[in-house]
């Protein structure tokens, strides 16, 4: 376990989440820069995504990045632009980004500023972009694998809610081998 100099209560709160959780990746920790950050790994419907908490204890912040399994070709990085758009105006925390090095990435920052460092600040952000990319890997897949535009994958998802019993995890992309 990492030892946590006592005035770094945000890395502290980070070190809690973790052993509440059950994980057991070390923090890395510069004491000079005042910062900390760990680099772990989390799987969502059997797909693996990176996630990074840091914390900066000078601008009292905790930021939560999880980066997806799916890389965006650059053709087809400004249809990923669109779709991220969109839905970033479903989500309620956090945004997704269309990244310049051709990935998605969900990212959720708080302020902490002398609050609670109670850990479900963590969970709230964690839990944001664990359902961003539950619910939406499965478009994000489309528009890469089948070349599909948001305009027709946001079309079918919003047919598919309207029918009982049905949801995102219905869209499948034909011939192909996306997960959903």
């Known amino acids: 376990m990492t030892t946590i100099p006592e ?4 890395t502290t709160m980070i070190q809690n989440w973790l052993d509440e959780a059950g994980w057991k990746d070390d923090i890395e920790i510069d004491p000079e820069a005042r910062t900390a950050r760990v680099i772990t790994h989390y799987e969502i ?10 914390a900066d204890e000078g601008r009292q912040q905790l930021t939560v990045y999880m980066y997806g399994c799916i890389g965006i070709p650059a053709a087809r990085y400004a249809e990923a632009c669109k779709l991220v758009n969109r839905i970033n105006c479903k989500i309620g925390t956090g945004r997704i980004a269309a990244i310049s090095d051709g ?17 479900t600040a963590i969970d709230n952000m964690f839990d944001g972009g664990r359902r961003a990319f539950k619910d939406w890997s ?29 949801g995102a995890d219905v869209l499948i992309c034909p011939g192909s081998l996306v997960p959903s």
């Not at 998605?104 to 002398?114: E, R, T």
Request: aromatic share 8%; glycine share 10%.
């Open 7 to 10: 005035d770094m209560k945000l």
């Open 45 to 54: 419907d059997g797909h693996t995504y990176h996630l990074f908490i840091e």
């Open 103 to 119: 990935n998605f990435q969900y990212k959720a920052l708080v302020d902490i500023d002398g609050k609670s460092t109670a850990t």
């Open 138 to 166: 499965n478009g994000m897949g489309q528009l890469i694998f089948c070349g599909k535009s948001a305009d027709q994958i946001l079309e079918e998802l919003d047919k598919a809610h309207q029918q009982p019993g049905t």
